[in-house]
């Protein structure tokens, strides 16, 4: 009887210990997601600042394009921290470079246009608006209020691994885990997209095929 005990002790500490190791698990890979979310959303508004001091003619190659900052009488003033410039989520610590083309953005704007419930969130200023013109066609809501081809969106990510010397307007992680938390819905740490775009304060209805607008936001 007292061996059956001392293991039916033994057997109920391990899953007091597995459980305890699952729950510190998720804990350190929420920490490391709120930490690459901050990162992130300081490199995007990095990037906005460089992109309006360039009137949009010009865009970041690399991280150290935007940890040198912008020129401001004799000196350059900065818009990045040292620490933004890397991706807690990735083995290298490399953030992707997602470049300004429509079949690299469109997945990441319909996920934002589904969870803003059919609405596209404006550019903060007009200077962005080169960027995502050409968006506009992929961006519909189907009748029932969900956003078109919601079941494939998943091929329309792009997960182009390039981390340097390419023209970007925006960033996302090599990591391709299932997130403890969700942004914009996504809880795919890969499709996490930093940029600029999408950020205004004021939304406006995109074009529409065959529905009305609408969306869940989940």
């Not at 510190?24 to 901050?38: F, P, S």
């Amino acid at each position: 009887m007292t061996l059956f005990a001392v293991l039916a002790v033994m057997a109920i500490s391990c899953v007091v210990l597995l459980s305890v190791a699952s729950t510190v698990q998720i804990d350190i890979q929420r920490e490391k997601e709120q930490e690459a979310i901050y990162r992130g959303e300081e490199v995007a508004d990095a990037i906005r600042q460089y992109v309006e001091f360039y009137r949009g003619a010009k865009l970041p190659n690399s991280m150290d394009d935007l940890l040198k900052g912008l020129p401001q009488g004799t000196k350059d003033r900065a818009i990045l921290r040292l620490s933004a410039s890397t991706d807690p989520l990735s083995e290298d610590h490399k953030w992707r470079l997602i470049q300004p083309d429509p079949t690299k953005l469109q997945g990441f704007a319909r996920k934002v246009q589904g969870y803003n419930g059919g609405m596209m969130p404006t550019n903060p200023s007009p200077t962005f608006d080169r960027y995502t013109a050409a968006l506009s066609s992929s961006l519909i809501v189907n009748i029932d209020g969900t956003t078109a081809d919601e079941d494939s969106m998943d091929d329309d990510f792009d997960y182009d691994t390039i981390t340097d010397n390419v023209p970007f307007i925006g960033v996302a992680s090599q990591s391709r885990a299932h997130s403890v938390l969700t942004y914009y819905g996504m809880d795919t740490e890969s499709k996490w997209i930093f940029t600029p775009l999408f950020r205004g304060t004021q939304s406006r209805i995109v074009p529409i095929r065959g529905g009305v607008p609408g969306g869940t936001r989940r």
